[in-house]
């Protein structure tokens, strides 16, 4: 009996812990994020007004939809969300399409040598993000290897380099060579469950293997190419360092306009709106199709 | 040779279907076939048998081309099938594992060969409607193969390997994955439907009792090497080697050197029985080693030696196993060898029971027992 018990509170604290730190991380600060959004700009500290406010035994809720008619009347806002959705929906594609070939060859790579190449994709974890994208600032710049390269096998006239830096193919590529890791793991650990011997009665039942490809592979890896491109387009959606740092400083994306809104501005409640709308538009869409994706693995566990 | 013989192995005019002309296949060192010829003629259900690592999955997997031989020649209706693509050979595989496609139904994995065959849709699932009839699955074609009992995924990977009509089909160990009972019903299944398509299938397996209920032939492997090829009886009662006869059932060997040698009759002196009498010619020289086989069905067991045991020896019965239908006898002869003998239950009284610490004679006549030189 005590057994029970002790196993039955086990589960339910198995079970709490990851929910209570949901609650704590996440669903509060979104709820706080939330009533802000509601608010309105002020000068002083905190820069914005109260939305509850409780004095004299008299609850006074203040919502400003001020913030909220800016984001819908001005096109600016909703103009950067369609641009930050279409550079990661690019970027994300073209991780899928340098990421699967390279999953694969790792899956299907002799179980000895997987390990090392698994490591050579996690390897670039242990420098910093932020040197990283620094790196490639370097390597893109006009004076930079890749234009001395050029110049010197004269593919380029001398003194004409391309401008890479500060144009929308650095953003892709860093954005591509940031997340590129994202996108190789869950596709490595779908395929590498793939038997082999699905190819071989594909190929013995006659599909040539451009359509054991597209008929068994890509199916059923399903599972993974949600999870990677999840993995992949929720965070280039918000990204704002590398299309601050290697982007044009036209370049509209979400993340860095709620930067620019919140700590240049000031605008806390603009930048709340901003923030829940991202959660909405983009994040929910990923959630339902997670849900989609479990109904897929069932199938392919089974 | 007339009409109705189905053994056209035993017919020198006619010509193979398959042709295996001195097959080996390396892996970097390990030679996993070795020098293997065989011919298997169109109809024939020919079973590879051997144990796990003999070589017999590899040369299986040699015919659908997922390997290439490192030397020799593999033939089709004449046509060399070396560099010949799996997807472009007129063969079909049915896998150990099934393979199935898990994310396609029933149907869907049945048409598949047939659309990549050059079917239209319609053709296809009418094709493979009537092969899922035969197996027994219409009912369950909309499933997905993770909704299926063993035993029906087992049919899917049939229907899907047979629906083409292939020219061959390989399968490995067909009824491997399946519980005893089941296993048992589905032999004779499998002979049903081979006999209704007249397809010629090459099983690979390791389980003998398989073997001899499906073969018309069977070829035992070892060691990469083919130990004998011939009808399950031929396998059984006139095995080449002590590999084969003791691979295949059960069997007595008993060592000594010739010591008569004429043209119908022979004798060998062994360390258990003595003078182990052969009433036949025995192909060998004087003096040579030879080991005689003897099927423990074939050991007569008694208290008395009787007027049949030419051959015999003395021992204790050391132990008894009931198994129903027959009683298996482990006597340890007074030399401390221990033979094995069986005896049919077929009297549900028996009057002269042999039991535990029985001084018993066991012996078998002069053409039980077979003489093997390797």
């Known amino acids: 009996m005590i057994n029970r018990i002790a196993s039955f509170v086990g589960v339910r604290g198995v079970i709490a812990l990851p929910m209570i730190w949901l609650l704590v991380f996440f669903l509060l600060p979104f709820i706080f994020v939330f009533v802000l959004s509601f608010s309105t700009i002020r000068n002083g500290m905190p820069p914005y007004e109260p939305v509850v406010n409780f004095k004299d035994s008299f609850l006074q809720l203040n919502i400003h939809l001020s913030s909220w008619e800016r984001f819908f009347e001005n096109p600016i806002y909703i103009g950067t969300f369609l641009s930050s959705a279409k550079t990661a929906f690019i970027a994300t594609f073209l991780t899928l399409l340098i990421g699967f070939p390279m999953a694969y060859v790792i899956a299907r790579a002799p179980e000895a040598r997987r390990h090392l190449l698994l490591m050579l994709v996690i390897l670039p974890f242990w420098t910093s993000f932020l040197l990283r994208v620094y790196a490639i600032k370097t390597i893109l710049y006009n004076q930079g290897p890749v234009n001395q390269f050029l110049m010197k096998i004269g593919i380029l006239e001398v003194n004409s380099p391309i401008q890479f830096l500060n144009t929308d193919f650095a953003v892709y590529l860093g954005i591509v060579y940031t997340y590129l890791p994202f996108m190789i793991l869950p596709l490595y650990a779908n395929l590498v469950k793939l038997e082999e011997s699905v190819l071989e009665a594909s190929s013995d039942l006659g599909a040539k293997p451009f359509w054991t490809f597209w008929q068994v592979v890509i199916p059923l890896s399903y599972p993974g190419i949600i999870a990677g491109c999840m993995l992949v387009f929720i965070p280039a959606v918000g990204e704002f360092v590398i299309p601050d740092l290697l982007g044009a400083t036209d370049t509209k994306m979400i993340g860095k306009t709620i930067y620019v809104e919140y700590f240049n501005n000031r605008d806390y409640p603009m930048a709340s709106v901003l923030s829940v709308v991202v959660l909405i538009v983009f994040v929910a869409p990923f959630l339902m199709m997670r849900k989609w994706q479990d109904k897929l693995a069932e199938v392919n566990d089974a | ?374």
């Open chain 2, 1 to 374: 040779m007339n009409a109705t013989d189905l053994r056209p192995w035993r017919d020198p005019s006619q010509k193979p279907l398959l042709q295996i002309k001195s097959v080996t296949k390396k892996f970097s060192d390990f030679v996993a076939v070795d020098d293997v010829s065989l011919d298997i003629y169109a109809g024939e259900l020919f079973c590879l048998l051997g144990g796990s690592g003999c070589g017999k999955s590899t040369l299986l997997r040699m015919l659908a081309g997922f390997e290439e031989a490192t030397e020799g020649q593999i033939l089709l209706d004449g046509e060399d099938l070396s560099g010949v693509a799996p997807h472009e050979r007129p063969t079909n595989m049915m896998f150990q594992s099934y393979a199935l496609f898990p994310h396609m139904s029933v149907l869907k994995n049945v048409m598949y060969g047939l659309v990549h065959g050059g079917m239209t849709k319609a053709e296809a699932e009418t094709t493979a409607m009537e092969m899922l009839k035969l197996v027994k699955l219409e009912k369950f074609i909309k499933r997905k193969p993770h909704q299926l009992s063993g035993g029906q995924r087992q049919r899917v990977a049939l229907a899907r390997a047979l629906v083409k009509k292939p020219r061959l089909l390989l399968l490995d160990e067909p009824l491997g994955a399946l519980d005893k009972k089941l296993r048992e019903e589905t032999q004779f299944e499998l002979i049903r439907i081979q006999e209704t398509l007249g397809v010629t299938f090459v099983v690979v397996t390791h389980d003998q009792e398989e073997a001899m209920t499906l073969a018309s032939r069977i070829g035992v492997m070892n060691d990469g090497y083919i130990e004998q090829i011939g009808e399950p009886r031929e396998i059984y009662e006139f095995p080449k080697s002590k590999f084969v006869a003791n691979f295949i059932g059960d069997v007595n060997l008993f060592e000594g050197e010739m010591i008569v040698d004429e043209p119908d009759r022979a004798a060998v002196l062994n360390d258990s029985v003595g003078e182990i009498a052969i009433t036949h010619g025995v192909s060998g020289t004087l003096g040579q080693e030879l080991t005689i086989a003897v099927r423990p069905e074939k050991l007569e067991i008694s208290k008395k030696k009787s007027a049949k045991m030419l051959n015999s020896a003395k021992g204790v019965v050391e132990d008894i196993a009931y198994l129903g239908s027959q009683s298996v006898y482990h006597v340890r002869l007074d030399s401390g060898k221990l033979v094995k003998a069986f005896r049919a239950n077929r009297v549900r009284e028996a009057e002269d029971d042999l039991t535990w610490e029985d001084r018993v004679v066991v012996g078998w006549d002069g053409s039980s027992g077979v003489v093997l030189s390797q």
